[in-house]
């Protein structure tokens, strides 16, 4: 594999529908294969995830002169990709479980920009739910991702047990609702808030 060393760049795919992968790339190789590949130079996107664990983008590699070329690449651009002599991997079996029952549930908050950060949470945290504007997931929901930057802002509180502390919607009248019942909130990223 060819080792592609100098400037990074920040950049993006958009990847089953609507998501939009972010991560870092070099300049140079970015310039040169972002119109076949798919790729948009990250300028400050709304709805951008970056270093998601699950789901992440197919690839697409080539063998050239030099040797074998490897990227992320858009959804839209994989069938002109293989027309042109790339080879398109599969990440679909990176796709995390949901749980529903046993210890731990399957939540996510609504981020702004079309996606929903999920993350695992006890069977006794659930009871905070609704306050924290958490939902829980199911079978159907869409768009999850797990463990990408931006995160959404985290809210604790000292209860009975001791203290619980988890992710909150980022939203501004869930906030203000989660203070007003002794949540301390840390980590708002007012760029983010919708409203």
């Not at 951008?48 to 030099?66: D, H, Q, W, Y």
């Not at 159907?140 to 988890?166: E, F, Y």
Request: positive net charge.
């Amino acid at each position: 594999m060819v080792r592609r060393r100098g400037n990074k760049v920040q950049a993006y795919v958009i990847f089953k529908g609507s998501l939009k992968y972010g991560f870092q790339i070099n300049e140079g190789f970015h310039e040169t294969y972002k119109s076949e590949l798919g790729q948009t130079t990250f300028a400050g996107a709304v709805g951008v995830f970056f270093g998601c664990n699950s789901p992440k983008p197919n690839r697409a590699s080539k063998l050239i002169a030099t040797g074998n070329i490897s990227s992320f690449c858009s959804s839209a651009s994989e069938k002109n990709l293989q027309k042109a002599g790339w080879t398109i991997t599969s990440k679909g079996s990176n796709i995390r479980g949901i749980k529903t029952a046993g210890l731990t549930r399957t939540v996510y908050v609504p981020m702004p920009g079309g996606y929903n950060y999920a993350w695992n949470i006890t069977a006794a945290e659930i009871s905070h739910a609704e306050e924290l504007g958490i939902l829980e997931a199911a079978g159907d929901t869409a768009n999850l991702i797990w463990g990408s930057t931006p995160k959404p802002p985290r809210a604790s509180k000292k209860d009975a047990s001791g203290t619980v502390s988890t992710f909150i919607q980022p939203k501004q009248s869930i906030i203000t609702g989660a203070v007003e019942k002794g949540w301390s909130i840390r980590g708002i990223n007012y760029a983010l808030l919708p409203e």
